[in-house]
Nanobody, 121 residues
Framework: QVQLVESGGGLVQPGGSLRLSCAAS????????MGWYRQAPGKQRELVAT???????NLSDSVKGRFTVSRDNAKNTVDLQMNSLKPEDTAVYYC???????????????WGQGTQVTVSS
């Protein structure tokens, strides 16, 4: 099974920066796409950013120009660099990975437990 562990969340002032990290572990053969989703109170979970194993990036329009996503395929990690943070960025951020386990032939999605990001003065 694949486990995803997020880190780097916390409280930051508007205009500040945070860097979230996610590490995947388990009997992983390969990871296709990794990404970040977020869910604010009373809202549905939404896509923030995804990155493929060949570094094709998809960013939500609400974070373009402010957030950057990157990954290290050798370490099975994905980072989300968040700059110019706004109060509306406040949410629980979840790491996602679409991965293939060793000795299995299909891709499946996996989720982390989430990390809280609060943007407030």
């Amino acid at each position: 099974q694949v486990q995803l562990v997020e880190s780097g969340g916390g409280l930051v002032q508007p205009g500040g920066s945070l860097r979230l990290s996610c590490a995947a572990s388990g009997s992983i053969f390969s990871i296709n796409t990794m990404g970040w989703y977020r869910q604010a109170p009373g809202k549905q979970r939404e896509l923030v950013a995804t990155i493929t194993n060949d570094n094709i990036i998809n960013l939500s329009d609400s974070v373009k120009g402010r957030f950057t996503v990157s990954r290290d395929n050798a370490k099975n990690t994905v980072d989300l660099q968040m700059n110019s943070l706004k109060p509306e960025d406040t949410a629980v951020y979840y790491c996602n990975a679409v991965a293939r386990l060793r000795f299995m032939g299909s891709l499946r999605p996996y989720w982390g437990q989430g990390t809280q990001v609060t943007v407030s003065s």
